[in-house]
């Protein structure tokens, strides 16, 4: 069985806060790992891949992989309300798996 | 270069009757992935196909659920004799290949509302 698990969340954290995301797996044949976002009413959008261990930056996200722990997690720099979206984490181990996702919501 | 297409948007249907929602995958791309979306969760897998070939089916239920991908045509899911637990957001998804490394494209999504 291919599981994905995310923090249940919601999480809430003010503007200009890091927002942490937290993803894990249970396949350890996995080679990539995805982080899509996806506003309410809206199709997912891809946000970042990270395909080996250690940190990948792109602007204000950052997502890390340790494919010891089976974990991934996204960081998101000085948090903005239009961040406020659910975050999916995905998995492709041949094929993509999904987590049921974190809600964030970024406070004026 | 148009994206991932799915149609309809929006289908109502009364419960026992066929629902069938279609995704074009974007050009050039030979993997499609539908989901399945309750309000509020995430993206529940229901099956992979390749051009005439269904390679990963194990998210989908066992009866009234159907998936193809022709050689020519849109990816088509059927789901016969609908209930109100079918109510729900399907999103298909292409990719270009089987390439694990590969990111998915999605469509908008068909939202079915079972009466």
């Known amino acids: 069985q291919k599981e994905v698990e995310q923090n249940s969340g919601p999480l809430s954290v003010p503007e200009g806060a890091i927002a942490s995301l937290n993803c894990t797996y249970s396949?350890?044949?996995?080679?990539?790992f995805f982080w899509y976002r996806q506003y309410s009413g809206k199709s997912p959008e891809l946000i970042m891949f990270?395909?080996?261990?250690g940190d990948k930056e792109d602007g204000r996200f950052t997502a890390q992989l340790n494919k010891a722990s089976q974990y991934v997690s996204l960081l998101i720099r000085d948090s903005q309300p239009s961040d406020s979206a659910t975050y999916l984490c995905?998995?492709?181990?041949?094929?993509?798996?999904f987590g049921a996702g974190t809600r964030l919501t970024v406070k004026p | 270069n148009a994206g991932v297409m799915q149609n309809p948007r929006h289908l109502v249907r009364r419960r026992g009757q066929e629902a069938r929602l279609r995704c074009s995958p974007m050009?050039?791309?030979?993997?499609v992935y539908w989901y399945r979306q309750l309000p509020e969760e995430g993206l529940k897998f229901m099956v992979y196909?390749?051009?005439?070939?269904?390679?990963?089916e194990s998210g989908m239920p066992k009866e009234r659920f159907s998936a193809e991908f022709p050689k020519e045509g849109p990816s088509i899911l059927r789901i016969q004799q609908v209930v109100r637990g079918d109510s729900a957001a399907y999103f298909c998804?292409?990719?270009?290949?089987?390439?694990?490394?590969?990111?998915?494209?999605f469509g908008e999504g068909s939202r079915l509302t079972v009466l």
């Open positions: 998804a292409s990719s270009p290949t089987q390439d694990s490394t590969g990111e998915l494209f």
């Open positions: 396949d350890r044949g996995s080679q990539s």
């Open positions: 990270i395909y080996s261990n």
């Open positions: 995905a998995v492709n181990a041949g094929d993509m798996r």
């Open positions: 050009k050039g791309h030979s993997h």
């Open positions: 196909l390749q051009k005439e070939n269904i390679i990963d």
